[in-house]
Nanobody
Framework: QVQLVESGGGSVQAGGSLRLSCVTSGSIGQHFVMGWYRQAPGRERELVAVISDRNDTNYAEFVKGRFTIVSVNAKNAKNTVYLQMNRLKPEDTAVYYC???????????WGQGTQVTVSS
């Protein structure tokens, strides 16, 4: 079983920064993909950024150059993924969800979500 615990959401003015954290523990194995999706009211959940255990990354076009995803592997079977969000825009307002997926599967695990609100 995989557990994901998110933190770091909040409110900020446009142009500001926030950092999201997600700690994953449990049966995560050695090869996986982790990252962040977001969902704004009335819209579908969309990919923001993901990173593999090999540190291969994939960013949505709308965050390239502004957001950075980093993965830190701990020896105690925990892995932490950070999403540094800079130059935030009002359209970045959404609930951000951490995602974990074992490599080679479609089995996604989700965190509880954290609200990010950017005011103009």
């Amino acid at each position: 079983q995989v557990q994901l615990v998110e933190s770091g959401g909040g409110s900020v003015q446009a142009g500001g920064s926030l950092r999201l954290s997600c700690v994953t523990s449990g049966s995560i194995g050695q090869h996986f993909v982790m990252g962040w999706y977001r969902q704004a009211p009335g819209r579908e959940r969309e990919l923001v950024a993901v990173i593999s255990d090999r540190n291969d990354t994939n960013y949505a076009e709308f965050v390239k150059g502004r957001f950075t995803i980093v993965s830190v592997n701990a020896k105690n079977a925990k892995n932490t993924v950070y999403l540094q969000m800079n130059r935030l825009k009002p359209e970045d307002t959404a609930v951000y969800y951490c995602m974990f997926r074992p490599w080679g599967t479609s089995d996604r695990h989700w965190g509880q979500g954290t609200q990010v609100t950017v005011s103009s």
